[in-house]
């Protein structure tokens, strides 16, 4: 595909990885570009830190249809860019930081959304609004041993995650269990900073909380009320919302799902082993047809209203994916917003229109923005 100069660019910016060709998710970049031809747009993948700021130029890559392979070249900045980096650590974040600051500040660029902060400034956002209070377990900073044993006094079961984690890495489910000669002891059951499953058991707050420091480190964590989010066969679940701007610049609701953890998981994120089925098919199963149906409608009813309440005090967001927890007693919650969500759901599901409108609001959404800055 030979690129004309008269098309405009739409920029993904990623995180550079140390490979042959240095990022994830190319196929659905590869969608991406074949989406944006339809649109009008050239679409190429670039890491900020590849940036000749005295050039105004940035060393690309762009997908070549017609050879079916990807190639390099040097583009001018982009007057569109659809931010998909993921930082790892804060070092890794601070690699890019500057760049990503300095685009953010050029006038004739435009970003599809800003990526939201950790989970901690996100529920601070939504508490901002009293309709969405009885949806928000409680959660606060984890702040350190004194604070972890009174909230265990208090009750028999806690969530730790950490406070910038994704796919369910670092989350642990912590309980205090009483043995069978009428002791005690404490349970840590979830999964490690690389999603590998932890199981550990400690007869003492103490020895538990020297183990919790050397886990958890330095990083931000976030302590929270633990819900009973099991499905009738003991597996853990949540229902998966991805809500995206339209080529109208309006949100809409693109595809839900159900996630459905391994056995003895205390999380449904794929990435740690889970399965996606049709939420409507699996939620009947569950609580039968007219609970299903009162459940829907009010899942839908957040979907629609979490995006209005983050704009208002965050700024402009193209698309997010809000996992909302569903107890035994059938009550609903908010549990987590990710500004750069996934779209394995779908495929997994084999949900093809879902899919599809999932990588192609972007793409329409791009277009609104450009012809609203022309026009």
Request: aromatic residues 10%; positive net charge; contains cysteine.
């Amino acid at each position: 595909m030979r690129r004309s100069p008269q098309r405009p660019l739409l920029g993904i910016m990623v995180t550079e990885l140390n490979r042959e060709l240095p990022f994830a998710s190319a196929d659905f970049y590869q969608s991406l570009t074949l989406h944006g031809a339809d649109e009008g747009l050239d679409v190429f993948v670039f890491s900020p830190n590849r940036i000749d700021w005295q050039q105004g130029l940035v060393r690309g890559y762009h997908y070549e249809s017609e050879r079916k392979e990807w190639g390099m070249k040097l583009f001018p900045l982009p007057p569109l860019i659809y931010d998909r980096c993921f930082f790892s650590s804060q070092r890794s974040y601070q690699q890019y930081r500057y760049h990503v600051s300095r685009l953010r500040k050029t006038p004739h660029i435009r970003f599809l959304g800003y990526g939201l902060s950790g989970k901690w400034e996100v529920g601070q956002i939504l508490q901002k609004d009293s309709a969405l209070h009885s949806y928000l377990p409680e959660t606060s900073l984890l702040t350190g041993r004194s604070q972890l044993k009174a909230w265990l006094r208090d009750r028999n079961d806690v969530f730790l995650k950490p406070q910038g984690g994704s796919q369910g890495r670092g989350a642990l489910h912590l309980q205090h269990l009483r043995t069978a000669e009428g002791g005690s002891m404490l349970q840590i059951k979830g999964r490690d900073a690389n999603n590998r499953s932890i199981g550990q058991q400690f007869n003492g707050f103490d020895a538990c909380w020297s183990w919790l420091r050397r886990v958890v480190g330095s990083r931000p964590y976030l302590i929270q009320e633990y819900l009973s989010l099991q499905s009738s066969q003991g597996m853990a679940y949540d229902v998966r919302s991805l809500v995206q701007k339209n080529g109208q610049g309006q949100w809409e609701i693109s595809g839900m799902a159900a996630r459905i953890g391994k056995p003895g998981s205390i999380t449904s994120n794929l990435h740690g082993g889970g399965t996606a089925e049709d939420v409507s098919t699996f939620l009947t199963k569950e609580f039968g047809a007219f609970k299903t149906e009162e459940l829907i409608d009010t899942l839908t009813k957040l979907s629609s209203r979490v995006p209005l309440v983050l704009e208002t005090y965050h700024g402009r967001l193209a698309e997010l994916g809000i996992d909302f927890g569903i107890d035994t007693q059938g009550r609903i919650w908010i549990l987590e917003v990710n500004s750069k969500p996934g779209r394995t759901i779908f495929a997994r599901m084999h949900n093809n229109k879902a899919r599809t409108k999932s990588i192609a609001n972007p793409i329409h959404y791009a277009g609104f923005l450009l012809h609203k800055k022309l026009s």
